[in-house]
C-alpha cells in the first residue's frame, strides 16, 4: 500500500498548506524567534560566555526542540478533528490498512519539520551569521529521530483527548511544561530532588540531551542513552496508542 | 436470484446497552433493500457490522460470500460504502478524493466520467468545505461507486438534505440500481423507503419486527382503506352504511370519513355512487404508508 501512503502524504502535505496561519506558524515561529532573540541578545557587547552559548548552541536546540513539539501538538489537533469529522472512519472503510492512515501523519509532520529546521538554519546562517559546520544532516536526523518519538506521545493524547475542542490546549498542557524540566533553560542537578526525579522520566530531557550534543559536535556513540531512552518512549507509547486508539 | 448480504443472528452489545439483537435477513442480488426504523434503532450498528466496520458479539455475516472481518480487504475491493454524516478535510479538493479513492483500487471506474454522471463536474477544483450538503452526499455517492463494486451501502443518505436535493439523490440511487448493482441502504425516512426500496426490513429497539416489499407490508399490516368524500345528498349516509366492507362511516355536515377493508372496498363505495346517482363533489381515497404499518408493528411512531 505505499502508492495509497505516498498518496495520501502529498495530499495531507497539500490540504496543510491552505491553511496559511498554520502553514506560516508551523513554518516561520521557529526561524524568526531565533533571529529575533539572537537579534537581542547577540549584540549585547562583550558578552559573557554565557550568554554567547546561550546565542549559538541553547537557541538553536531551543528551535529544534520547539519545531518538534509544535509538530506533536498539531498531530493531536489533526488527529482528533479526523476523529470527531469521521475522516478516520472514512479512511478505514476502503482499502487503505490503519497504519498507513497514520503513518501518512506521521510522515507530514516529519516533512514539515525538517522544513522547519531548514528555514531555521537558513535564518540563523544569513540574518546572525551563526556559523554552522557540518553536523547539520547529523543534527537534522537527531531532530527527526526525536520528534519521531515523541510524537508517539501525541498519539497517545489524541486518543485520551474527548473532542477536538480539547486537543490543542490538553497538548500544550502536557507538552510545553516538559520544556522547563527538560535541562533546556537550567540544568535539571540543580534543581530540588523531587524535581530531578520528575526530569528523569520526561521524554524531552533525552531530546534535549542529544540535541545539544549533536549540535555541539559529539558523537551520537556518547548519546547512546538518550538514544536508548527515546526508542522506550516510542515503543512504549506507540504500544499504549495501539491499545487505546479510537478511530471514531 | 442469490444472497449478496446474508445476515444470521446477530447481536451487538455497547456497555449495557444492546444495540442489534437476534437480526437476521437476506439482501438479494439486483436489489435495493432498506432497513428502516427511527433513530438509535440499531439500523447504523447493523450496517457497519456488515461492512465489517464493527465485529458482533454473536452470529453470522456473509457478503458476496465472503466474511467481513476476517476478508475485509478483498471485501473492499467489491463494495462500496457511504458512511452516514462523514466528513472529509475541509480543504480537499473533489478531484483529490476521487483521485486517492481510485489509486486504493484495483479496478477503478474512470473518475472524470463519474463526477460529470453526477452532476459534480464544475466542481472539481472545490474545496470540501464550500460544498452543499446535497453536493457533498453526491461526491461520498461518487467515491462508493469508485471501485465498480457490486454491492452498495448507503447509510442515512439524504438526512439534512433539503426535499429537492432529497429528490436527486433518489434519481441517483434508482440509477446505481439500473447498473446492475445491489443497494442495501438504511433510512429513517419512510417515504424514501416506499420510494425506493423493493424490499424493506422494519428494525425498532434492535430487533427486526417484519420483512417484505412496502405493499405487502401495507396490505399485511395495514388493510384497511379510506374514502373521504363530500355530498350534499341527503340519503347518503344510509346508503354508505349498506355498502359491503364498509367498517364505519363519519359524517361532518357534506364531508364523509368511510372506512373500509379489502381489496373490493374502493370499487363497492364507487358502485353505490353510481347505482344511487349520489352526487359528488370530492372524492379521494387514502392508502395506508409504511408509517402507518410502522406505527401498528411497534405501537410507536416513528417520529419520537
Same mark, same amino acid.
Given at each position: 500500500m505505499l502508492r495509497g501512503l505516498w498518496k495520501l502524504t502529498w495530499l495531507e502535505l497539500k490540504?496543510?498548506?491552505?491553511?496559511?496561519?498554520?502553514?506560516?506558524?508551523?513554518?516561520?515561529?521557529?526561524?524568526?524567534?531565533?533571529?529575533?532573540?539572537?537579534?537581542?541578545?547577540?549584540?549585547?557587547?562583550?558578552?559573557?560566555?554565557?550568554?554567547?552559548?546561550?546565542?549559538?548552541?541553547?537557541?538553536?536546540?531551543?528551535?529544534?526542540?520547539?519545531?518538534?513539539?509544535?509538530?506533536?501538538?498539531?498531530?493531536?489537533?489533526?488527529?482528533?478533528?479526523?476523529?470527531?469529522? #469521521?475522516?478516520?472512519?472514512?479512511? %478505514?472503510?476502503? *482499502? !487503505? @490498512?490503519?497504519?498507513?492512515? +497514520?503513518?501518512?501523519?506521521?510522515? &507530514?509532520?516529519?516533512?514539515?519539520?525538517?522544513?522547519?529546521?531548514?528555514?531555521?538554519?537558513?535564518?540563523?546562517?544569513?540574518?546572525?551569521?551563526?556559523?554552522?559546520?557540518?553536523?547539520?544532516?547529523?543534527?537534522?536526523a537527531a531532530l527527526l529521530f526525536?520528534?519521531?518519538?515523541?510524537?508517539?506521545?501525541?498519539?497517545?493524547?489524541?486518543?485520551?483527548?474527548?473532542?477536538?475542542?480539547?486537543?490543542?490546549?490538553?497538548?500544550?498542557?502536557?507538552?510545553?511544561?516538559?520544556?522547563?524540566?527538560?535541562?533546556?533553560?537550567?540544568?535539571?542537578?540543580?534543581?530540588?530532588? #523531587?524535581?530531578?526525579?520528575?526530569? %528523569?522520566?520526561? *521524554? !524531552? @530531557?533525552?531530546?534535549?540531551? +542529544?540535541?545539544?550534543?549533536?549540535? &555541539?559536535?559529539?558523537?551520537?556513540?556518547?548519546?547512546?542513552?538518550?538514544?536508548?531512552a527515546l526508542v522506550t518512549v516510542a515503543v512504549v507509547f506507540a504500544g499504549l496508542s495501539a491499545r487505546v486508539f479510537r478511530w471514531e | 436470484m442469490s444472497a449478496v448480504v446474508s445476515v444470521a443472528g446477530i447481536r451487538k452489545t455497547y456497555g449495557s446497552t444492546v444495540a442489534v439483537d437476534d437480526v437476521s435477513f437476506e439482501v438479494v442480488e439486483g436489489e435495493i433493500f432498506g432497513l428502516i426504523g427511527p433513530n438509535g434503532a440499531g439500523k447504523t450498528t447493523t450496517m457497519e457490522c456488515v461492512e465489517g466496520l464493527r465485529r458482533p458479539d454473536r452470529g453470522a455475516i456473509s457478503v458476496l460470500d465472503l466474511d467481513p472481518i476476517r476478508d475485509v480487504y478483498a471485501l473492499q475491493q467489491r463494495v462500496g460504502v457511504q458512511l452516514q454524516e462523514a466528513q472529509f478535510q475541509k480543504r480537499i479538493k473533489v478531484w483529490e478524493a476521487v483521485d486517492l479513492w481510485g489509486a486504493l483500487y484495483r479496478t477503478p471506474a474512470d473518475g472524470a466520467r463519474l463526477l460529470d454522471q453526477l452532476g459534480l463536474a464544475d466542481k472539481r477544483d472545490a474545496w470540501f468545505m464550500t460544498l452543499s450538503g446535497g453536493q457533498k452526499q453526491r461526491l461520498f455517492i461518487a467515491l462508493a461507486l469508485i471501485n465498480n463494486p457490486d454491492v452498495v451501502f448507503l447509510d442515512e443518505l439524504t438526512t439534512g438534505l433539503d426535499p429537492q436535493a432529497r429528490r436527486a439523490i433518489w434519481d441517483l440511487v434508482r440509477g446505481i440500481k439500473d447498473r446492475g448493482k445491489t443497494v442495501f441502504m438504511t433510512t429513517h425516512l419512510m417515504e424514501e423507503a416506499e420510494r425506493l426500496c423493493d424490499r424493506v426490513?422494519?428494525?425498532?429497539?434492535?430487533?427486526?419486527?417484519?420483512?417484505?416489499?412496502?405493499?405487502?407490508?401495507?396490505?399485511?399490516?395495514?388493510?384497511?382503506?379510506?374514502?373521504?368524500?363530500?355530498?350534499?345528498?341527503a340519503g347518503a349516509e344510509e346508503r354508505f352504511r349498506a355498502t359491503r366492507a364498509v367498517d364505519n362511516v363519519i359524517r361532518a355536515e357534506t364531508r364523509f370519513t368511510i372506512r373500509g377493508h379489502g381489496d373490493d372496498f374502493v370499487t363497492e363505495v364507487i358502485r353505490c355512487l353510481?347505482?344511487?346517482?349520489?352526487?359528488?363533489?370530492?372524492?379521494?381515497?387514502?392508502?395506508?404508508?409504511?408509517?402507518?404499518?410502522?406505527?401498528?408493528?411497534?405501537?410507536?411512531s416513528i417520529r419520537d
Open positions: 490540504i496543510f498548506a491552505r491553511e496559511p496561519l498554520g502553514l506560516i506558524g508551523t513554518l516561520l515561529i521557529p526561524p524568526l524567534s531565533v533571529v529575533v532573540l539572537g537579534r537581542i541578545f547577540g549584540r549585547i557587547p562583550s558578552a559573557s560566555p554565557r550568554l554567547s552559548s546561550f546565542v549559538t548552541v541553547d537557541l538553536p536546540v531551543f528551535a529544534a526542540v520547539f519545531t518538534a513539539l509544535n509538530a506533536v501538538q498539531s498531530l493531536v489537533t489533526i488527529v482528533s478533528i479526523y476523529r470527531e469529522g #469521521g475522516i478516520l472512519k472514512r479512511l %478505514r472503510a476502503t *482499502p !487503505l @490498512r490503519p497504519q498507513t492512515i +497514520l503513518s501518512a501523519q506521521v510522515l &507530514v509532520k516529519l516533512i514539515l519539520t525538517a522544513a522547519t529546521l531548514a528555514l531555521t538554519v537558513l535564518a540563523g546562517r544569513n540574518v546572525l551569521r551563526i556559523s554552522i559546520d557540518l553536523h547539520l544532516i547529523s543534527f537534522a526525536s520528534t519521531l518519538s515523541i510524537l508517539s506521545i501525541g498519539f497517545l493524547l489524541a486518543s485520551l483527548v474527548p473532542t477536538a475542542r480539547f486537543a490543542q490546549p490538553v497538548a500544550s498542557l502536557v507538552l510545553y511544561p516538559m520544556l522547563f524540566l527538560s535541562g533546556l533553560f537550567f540544568p535539571v542537578d540543580g534543581l530540588p530532588a #523531587g524535581l530531578q526525579i520528575v526530569a %528523569r522520566v520526561i *521524554p !524531552l @530531557r533525552y531530546a534535549v540531551s +542529544l540535541l545539544k550534543g549533536i549540535w &555541539v559536535g559529539e558523537a551520537w556513540l556518547a548519546h547512546a542513552g538518550d538514544v536508548a | 426490513a422494519i428494525i425498532d429497539r434492535g430487533r427486526i419486527v417484519d420483512i417484505d416489499t412496502p405493499a405487502a407490508l401495507v396490505a399485511r399490516h395495514c388493510p384497511e382503506r379510506t374514502v373521504l368524500l363530500t355530498t350534499a345528498d353510481s347505482d344511487h346517482r349520489i352526487h359528488v363533489a370530492d372524492f379521494r381515497t387514502e392508502t395506508p404508508t409504511l408509517e402507518d404499518v410502522f406505527l401498528k408493528v411497534t405501537g410507536h
